[in-house]
């Protein structure tokens, strides 16, 4: 069974701090990894979607990265904003076929708070 | 990216009634549609898979009769709980796929539901 783990669990940096967010997976046998943000009582909003085959992905201020040998991804946030405070969560989703398709496994998040 | 619409996004209702919370994709045809539940401070919990036209799937531990879900389009699918008691309390997340691509879900707003 798929567990994702994300560390930190939460985070305090001052603003225009550059900064990185890792998930861990336990099985390498991903069809694609996904990084979502949460804001407090809202539903989730995709950042970055990284498929199996490749390493990385970019968005504005955003860079995601995978080592889906090493059973890791990466978040890196650059110059962070008060407006980037939110939940982040990582997700994976299994190789196709069998009874897990298209099931997200979601790590428990890390916090950020980025203060003026 | 895609857009999907949940509703109501808050309800309180008195214990022993049933709740229904409707999840729409806006612009796309969703094949399959997730229910999550996330209890405060803590990840998305996956409830069950809905497939147009055929019976849900739920995951280990949910129950079906007090969960009923139907998906009988390609662009709504409901959630029913039934009979609800203040246990059922949580915040309710869905989320869809169109089929395609890199299994690319889009996630709804969130329905955050009380029970007194």
């Known amino acids: 069974k798929q567990e994702v783990t994300q560390i930190p669990a939460a985070l305090s940096v001052p603003e225009g701090e550059n900064l990185v967010l890792n998930c861990s997976f336990t099985d390498s046998a991903i069809y694609n990894l996904q990084w979502f943000r949460q804001d407090p009582g809202k539903g989730l909003t995709s950042l970055l979607l990284?498929?199996?085959?490749?390493r990385e992905q970019t968005s504005g201020r955003l860079n995601a990265s995978l080592d889906k040998s090493s059973g890791r991804s990466t978040l890196y946030i650059a110059a962070s904003q008060p407006g980037d405070s939110a939940t982040y969560l990582c997700a994976t989703i299994p190789s196709a076929g069998g009874t897990s398709y298209g099931k997200l496994t979601f790590g428990q998040g890390t916090i950020l708070t980025v203060h003026p | 990216g895609a857009v999907v619409s949940q509703h109501p996004s808050r309800v309180i209702c008195k214990s022993g009634t049933s709740v229904k919370i409707e999840c729409r994709s806006l612009?796309?045809?969703?094949?399959?549609m997730f229910w999550y539940r996330q209890f405060p401070k803590k990840s998305l919990m996956l409830m069950a898979t809905s497939n147009e036209g055929s019976k849900a799937t739920y995951e280990q531990g949910v129950e079906k009769d007090k969960f009923l879900i139907n998906h009988a389009s390609l662009t709504l699918s409901t959630l029913t709980v039934t009979s609800a008691h203040p246990e059922d309390s949580s915040f309710y997340i869905c989320?869809?796929?169109?089929?395609?691509?890199?299994?690319?879900?889009?996630f709804g707003p969130g329905t955050r539901l009380t029970v007194t």
């Open positions: 989320s869809a796929w169109g089929g395609e691509g890199p299994y690319e879900q889009y």
């Open positions: 612009d796309f045809q969703a094949t399959t």
């Open positions: 990284i498929q199996s085959s490749q």
